[in-house]
């Protein structure tokens, strides 16, 4: 896993997200990129219109690790696909056990 797209900053960790509005489902549907550019792809249900998608991300990754809403916050890309996210109040090994559970989640359902 990439050390650029997770980063252990004070207070929580940092993840770099590729965003997909307008999908079927939201869901985690693999990694885009390569090495220091790897971001997670991220696919929403909600358009990228008024904001609505980065809520719906944000809804999405306080649900996939256990967080308030108010504990990730979107610190760069509000207008591009691209973004990166703090998540407040976990570890570094806690949110790299959860994307590499996901990603063989997203995975094994594209066998």
Do not use: C, H
């Not at 896993?1 to 079927?24: F, I």
């Not at 693999?30 to 550019?37: C, K, L, M």
């Not at 997670?40 to 219109?49: S, Y």
């Amino acid at each position: 896993m990439s050390s650029e797209m997770l980063r252990a900053v004070a207070g929580g960790v940092t993840l770099a997200v590729r965003l997909q509005p307008g999908a079927k489902k939201t869901a985690v549907v693999g990694v885009y990129g390569e090495g220091a550019a790897a971001q997670l792809k991220i696919a929403v249900q909600a358009l990228p219109i008024e904001g609505r998608a980065n809520s719906a991300v944000i809804a999405f990754l306080a649900d996939m690790f256990a967080l308030s809403r108010s504990s990730v916050e979107l610190i760069s890309g509000e207008w591009s696909r691209s973004k990166v996210f703090l998540l407040r109040g976990i570890t570094l090994a806690k949110v790299e056990a959860e994307v590499q559970a996901r990603g063989r989640k997203s995975a094994s359902a594209g066998a």
